[in-house]
């Protein structure tokens, strides 16, 4: 399996622009989660889906974030507009609730460098 | 409110033992994980508690006591490639991860 894949890896832009990061969870598996990583705030949930359906957004930081999941194979974070302090590791990942109730693993990608300046 | 505890930093002999602490605070417990991070790359799945005890793989082990809300990482003949942050996780009564800070481990020759 190619694990989860996450594009692009590396985005610089302005503030103002708009920014999407997409990612391709492993086939099969039913959650995808959308982290953001700091060093100041370490590893944050954003928000997470369950069979293509968003679950808990509480933790995406304002209006200016929105992530989608049209299909079980695609899912994208966008930042409308963005701003300096968004800049961060974006981490997708992506778990499988098949067999055991208790231990989902999730499966990180490799992840997207944002800056904005 | 939920917290997880994990010290900053540690430092450590390359072949020695180390042990990383992690406490937890959170509403519900449903499993605790530990997760290895090295610069640069995205986290990677290394053990699992769910029960008291000690969980055994290879030369790492974890340990959790969930009366006291508390599990360690032990890392037992280190290498330089166990360089790297790990991070604590806890699977609260939604079943949802939450996150510790992480502790990032230096190995010294």
Same mark, same amino acid.
């Given at each position: 399996?190619?694990?989860?894949?996450?594009?692009?890896?590396?985005?610089?832009?302005?503030?103002?622009?708009?920014?999407?990061?997409?990612?391709?969870?492993?086939?099969?598996?039913?959650?995808?989660?959308?982290?953001?990583?700091?060093?100041?705030?370490?590893?944050?949930?954003?928000?997470?889906?369950?069979?293509? =359906?968003?679950?808990?957004?509480?933790?995406?930081?304002?209006?200016?974030?929105?992530?989608?999941?049209?299909?079980?194979?695609?899912?994208?974070?966008?930042?409308?507009?963005?701003?300096?302090?968004?800049?961060?590791?974006?981490?997708?990942?992506?778990?499988?609730?098949?067999?055991?109730?208790?231990?989902?693993?999730?499966?990180?990608?490799?992840?997207?460098?944002?800056? =904005?300046? | 409110?939920?917290?997880?505890?994990?010290?900053?930093?540690?430092?450590?002999?390359?072949?020695?033992?180390?042990?990383?602490?992690?406490?937890?605070?959170?509403?519900?417990?449903?499993?605790?994980?530990?997760?290895?991070?090295?610069?640069?790359?995205?986290?990677?799945?290394?053990?699992?508690?769910?029960?008291?005890?000690?969980?055994?793989?290879?030369?790492?082990?974890?340990?959790?006591?969930?009366?006291?809300?508390?599990?360690?990482?032990?890392?037992?003949?280190?290498?330089?490639?166990?360089?790297?942050?790990?991070?604590?996780?806890?699977?609260?009564?939604?079943?949802?991860?939450?996150?510790?800070?992480?502790?990032?481990?230096?190995?010294?020759?």
């Amino acid at each position: 399996d190619a694990g989860v894949i996450q594009s692009p890896r590396h985005e610089v832009t302005e503030m103002g622009q708009e920014v999407t990061l997409r990612c391709k969870p492993i086939s099969g598996h039913d959650y995808l989660f959308w982290y953001r990583q700091t060093m100041m705030r370490g590893l944050e949930l954003l928000i997470y889906f369950n069979n293509n =359906v968003p679950i808990d957004d509480s933790g995406m930081p304002e209006d200016r974030f929105s992530a989608k999941m049209p299909n079980a194979s695609f899912s994208t974070l966008k930042i409308q507009p963005s701003e300096p302090r968004d800049s961060a590791v974006y981490f997708c990942a992506s778990s499988s609730s098949e067999g055991s109730t208790e231990y989902y693993e999730q499966y990180f990608g490799p992840g997207t460098r944002l800056t =904005v300046t | 409110g939920q917290n997880i505890d994990q010290p900053t930093e540690m430092t450590a002999t390359e072949g020695a033992i180390v042990q990383i602490n992690c406490t937890y605070q959170t509403s519900g417990f449903n499993g605790l994980f530990w997760y290895q991070q090295h610069a640069g790359e995205a986290p990677t799945f290394l053990s699992y508690n769910v029960l008291d005890g000690l969980e055994e793989k290879g030369r790492f082990s974890s340990f959790l006591s969930r009366s006291k809300g508390y599990s360690y990482l032990l890392l037992k003949e280190l290498q330089m490639k166990d360089s790297a942050s790990y991070l604590c996780a806890v699977k609260d009564s939604n079943y949802q991860l939450i996150w510790g800070a992480g502790t990032k481990l230096i190995i010294k020759p």
